[in-house]
């Protein structure tokens, strides 16, 4: 039989097969495969004693893609297992390797950076076999986010009112509580400018007798005011031809910032849009895939990308656009493994294939295809000016800047903020009359709230988590309801505090910024064969137990809720608990009084249910998906996934619904 090529994704899958020809069948693994049971001690699935041996298992739904690609493998001559380049991808090659029963004899690995024919040919031409210390890495990664996940969500579910902590996430956490407290505790200070204010530009006091001035007070400003006149001496006139550099290409911590800050994209919603991108789409002539791979640290390009830019450059702009290949500074702890996310053609430009994407595919190719672009585009030349204004020993400045050359800022501007403005030519004069001299109040401000990109900037330059797990992390506290969002900024919520100081009272010395960084670069010298990871997870291990069982022992568990009402069988207070499936009320008694309110939790009534008359409400199912049902439930079963309109069916009095935008009839099929 032909080869098999195995991939993660469907989508990927049937881009490749299309390159790779009639020898070849690709199929996918539709991600993971396997992962660790949740059986053993704590339910772990790891064997803490016999040195962290992890009990793997099928993921549930899974037996029949397994047994599918068992047959595939058995049955082909070679199997070639193509997982993301990256050290998840390569921990799912292994998976496959294993649970397939794969021999060294009669498979390989390869890695796309990018899903183009030249690419993925010459990947397949130039295979190795399984990285185990990537594995290894990724493993040891996979066991302590289970180790610390599960033993501290269990003890946050049963001592507060948080539902989930985490290796990254409660740091992460803290750092929104950390400021919050910041900015609760600040306390503004009062302070004052005074400008002058002339035909085409302003100037600000700074200096009094060439000291540096700072105005507390009203009474201050105003005493100033009162020594000053409209007319002003020019003093210094300086000029300086500076240069503006373009940015580096895109690392994926840098591309979240971006997109949340010019396209207002989660972090989740920017690599959800960017793996399509990278993976393949259909652009009318060809399935390609558009970008390169969008998990890296990495801000080098290739010697190709590099040449065929130029040359687009100079074609369509001139060779005085043409920028050197910068020296960029990567970030700590950078696993160069490949390039920086980039077009994987320039000649694919935005404008060209526009009609086959999305509104927000294009937007954020765009601002792939200009950054790479503008990058390899010399720099911007500016002439800054400063103007030194005295009056009566005060002395102003003004300062602004005239564009001589744009360089990359010809299709970067867009993207770049700047609010200087060009100054007068003052040379031939020595004074100069001002319009009018007001003063202004301020106030000190805080530190600002975290946003999604302020706190993946913030947690890169600390160097926890990896740009693969920032948009998980932020999914994740704000589903647990550890923080609310307000104007794009995070505010922790009762819970989201009460978490962090219960985790801190007894945790401090693991779950902090310096610990988890460490712990990352143990993880990079695992993946370098520098560090043996059963002994990384003992040490964290020996260190980690302890700490968990003293909380158990002694955290101080929260109070549950009373609602005012009292148990109809015993006479206790009723309490709001909760359950596998959400809150409940029951008797604070319990176990000696086992009493459960039967109640449904529901909101406001959304329309008159056609067979009983009873009020219809919008509920949730289990795993919190909305539908719309009768109250009068067991009794009456009506109900519908589609919002009610408050209309009946003219036909058939059934309730009429909103489906796809349409006004529609289940019952009959009337559409209004």
């Known amino acids: ?246 940015r580096d290409p895109f690392r994926t911590s840098t591309l979240q910032q971006m997109a949340a800050n010019r396209l207002n994209f989660s972090s989740s919603k920017t690599m959800q849009i960017a793996q399509k991108l990278y993976e393949g789409m259909n652009i009318g002539s060809e399935t390609v895939g558009l970008i390169t791979y969008m998990r890296t640290d990495s801000t080098r390009f290739s010697e190709v990308f590099v040449n065929d830019t130029k040359t687009y450059i100079k074609e369509n702009f001139g060779e005085e656009y043409i920028g050197g290949v910068k020296a960029s500074k990567e970030p700590k702890g950078a696993q160069d493994a490949h390039e920086a996310i980039r077009p994987t053609s320039i000649m694919r430009t935005p404008e060209d294939i526009k009609p086959y994407l999305s509104d927000d595919e294009y937007k954020l190719y765009r601002l792939i295809y200009i950054r790479s672009l503008a990058y390899l585009m010399s720099n911007a030349k500016t002439l800054t000016t400063s103007i030194d204004l005295e009056n009566n020993g005060y002395l102003f400045k003004a300062t602004g800047s005239v564009l001589k050359f744009d360089g990359y800022l010809k299709v970067y501007s867009e993207y770049e903020e700047s609010e200087e403005k060009a100054l007068p030519d003052l040379k031939d004069k020595n004074e100069i009359t001002a319009k009018e001299i007001n003063k202004y109040q301020h106030f000190t401000k805080p530190a600002p709230r975290y946003t999604e990109s302020t706190l993946i900037k913030e947690m890169e330059a600390l160097g926890i988590g990896r740009p693969s797990t920032y948009a998980t992390i932020m999914k994740t506290i704000k589903d647990r309801g550890y923080v609310t969002i307000d104007d794009k900024k995070f505010i922790p919520t009762e819970i989201g505090f009460e978490t962090t100081d219960k985790l801190q009272k007894f945790f401090s010395d693991i779950v902090n910024v310096e610990y988890t960084a460490n712990m990352e670069t143990e993880l990079d010298e695992i993946a370098e064969d520098k560090l043996d990871n059963v002994e990384v997870l003992r040490k964290f291990y020996d260190e980690f137990a302890p700490l968990v069982e003293k909380a158990f022992k002694e955290m101080e568990k929260k109070e549950p809720e009373k609602t005012g009402e009292l148990c109809p069988e015993c006479g206790s207070d009723l309490v709001v608990r909760k359950g596998k499936f959400g809150e409940f009320v029951a008797c604070s008694n319990y176990p000696t009084c086992k009493y459960i309110k039967k109640e449904i939790k529901e909101t406001s009534k959304v329309a008159i249910c056609p067979k009983c008359g009873h009020d219809i409400v919008e509920k949730k199912t289990k795993k919190g998906k909305i539908f719309y049902g009768c109250s009068n439930y067991p009794k009456c079963t009506y109900a519908t996934w589609y919002p009610p309109t408050g209309e009946n069916c003219p036909n058939c009095n059934n309730l009429l619904v909103t489906k796809n935008k349409n006004i529609i009839c289940e019952e009959c099929g009337y559409t209004k």
């Open 1 to 246: 039989m032909k080869n098999v090529v195995i991939v993660e994704s469907p989508a990927k899958s049937k881009t490749i097969e299309k390159y790779l020809g009639s020898d070849y069948k690709v199929v996918s693994s539709k991600g993971h495969i396997r992962d660790l049971a949740t059986t053993g001690k704590f339910g772990l699935g790891i064997d803490i004693e016999n040195n962290f041996k992890p009990n793997y298992i099928a993921i549930k739904g899974k037996g029949k893609d397994i047994a599918a690609l068992k047959k595939l493998a058995k049955d082909s001559d070679k199997v070639i297992l193509a997982t993301d380049p990256d050290r998840e991808g390569e921990a799912i090659s292994w998976h496959l390797y294993d649970e397939l029963g794969l021999k060294d004899d009669n498979y390989e690995r390869v890695v796309f950076n990018e899903i183009t024919k030249d690419v993925v040919i010459n990947s397949i031409n130039n295979p190795r076999k399984i990285d185990m210390d990537l594995v290894k890495s990724q493993e040891t990664r996979r066991m302590l986010d289970r180790i610390i996940g599960f033993r501290l969500s269990k003890l946050m579910q049963r001592k507060t009112g948080g539902k989930s902590a985490g290796r990254v996430q409660s740091v992460a956490l803290k750092l929104i509580v950390d400021r919050e407290r910041e900015i609760l505790a600040f306390v503004p200070e009062e302070f004052w400018t005074i400008e002058a204010d002339f035909k085409d530009f302003t100037a600000e006091l700074e200096k009094y007798h060439n000291k540096k001035i700072t105005i507390h007070n009203e009474q201050e400003a105003d005493d100033i005011l009162n020594k000053l006149s409209k007319s002003f001496n020019i003093v210094k006139i300086e000029e300086k031809e500076k240069l503006k550099k373009p």
